[in-house]
């Protein structure tokens, strides 16, 4: 018998082997590990880009078929409807009063101040005239922030123009653009 038999055979009939302990080339090697490893993430990433994909595509198709409320037509997002007060006047047309749940006025926005422009720009979405009306980059910081270290105050993603959509068209207000 040799030095590398075994004497004692395996349940299997067939007699156990020693294995090598040394390491072995293909293990050990860090390009080899490396490519994997990018192999893995490669096809991971792509797989998450087709599903995402697929599942964009099916939200798409479902607000399109107004399976999340009918879709605002160009008339009312150009012209909102603002519930605005009603103004009582005498005969001689001085406001003897006015009627409101909520005191509003029209104005044009070469009334507003620049400074009151500026202001909201800042406090609210800094980067307003970079983006498309969806800032990534505050919902990445969000995301991170909030999932992935836990900070209640990671502070808000959303942008004027998705502030502005949900309070004129947020499901609050759903019941009265549908009417």
Known sequence: MS????PYPSAFG???SQTNNAPSENSDNPKRNFKRIWFI???TAVVCFIAGSIAFYVLVKQVKAGKYGELPDSEVLENPKNPLATNVFTSDGKILGKYYRERRTNITYEELS???INALIATEDERFREHAGIDFRALARVA???ILFN???AGGG???SQQLAKNLFGLRNLHQHNN
């Open 3 to 6: 030095a590398n038999e075994n």
């Open 14 to 16: 067939s007699s156990i």
């Open 41 to 43: 993430l490669s096809i």
């Open 114 to 116: 620049p400074h009151l």
């Open 144 to 146: 991170v922030k909030t």
């Open 151 to 153: 900070e209640s105050s």
């Open 158 to 160: 959303s942008t004027l």
